[in-house]
């Protein structure tokens, strides 16, 4: 069982900037982690999506130049720097892991482990 603990969320204002981590206590190397969120009455969508050794990445289209996405290189932590941020992004944001290499992407289905969830709110 791969436990998934976010952290970082909060209130910004349009244009600001916030930093969410995922931490996993799982002895083994996840190879693929990431990002998704959700806000109530639409589908939960995917934000970012990273392989264990940096080298392939995902972002959704609305994020792509202002969100970047990174792994810790000694543990199964993973980060979300959210730049530029609008009032569209605001959504409750859950990290997620599991697929292989060739399923890390912005896929639900793709994933079985998940977070618990972090706040992020952004103002006018």
């Known amino acids: 069982q791969v436990q998934l603990v976010e952290s970082g969320g909060g209130s910004v204002q349009a244009g600001g900037s916030l930093r969410l981590s995922c931490a996993s206590s799982?002895?083994?190397?996840?190879?693929?982690m990431a990002w998704f969120r959700q806000v109530p009455g639409k589908e939960r969508e995917g934000v970012a999506a990273?392989?264990?050794?940096?080298?392939?990445?995902y972002f959704v289209d609305s994020a792509k130049g202002r969100f970047t996405i990174s792994r810790d290189s000694e543990d199964n932590t993973v980060y979300l720097q959210m730049n530029s941020l609008r009032p569209e992004d605001t959504a409750m944001y859950y990290c997620?892991?599991?697929?292989?290499?060739?399923?890390?992407?912005?896929?639900?289905?793709?994933?079985?482990?998940w977070g618990q969830g972090t706040q992020v709110t952004v103002s006018p």
């Open positions: 997620a892991a599991g697929p292989e290499r060739s399923l890390c992407n912005g896929l639900r289905d793709n994933y079985k482990s």
């Open positions: 799982y002895p083994y190397r996840l190879t693929c």
């Open positions: 990273v392989t264990e050794d940096n080298a392939n990445t």
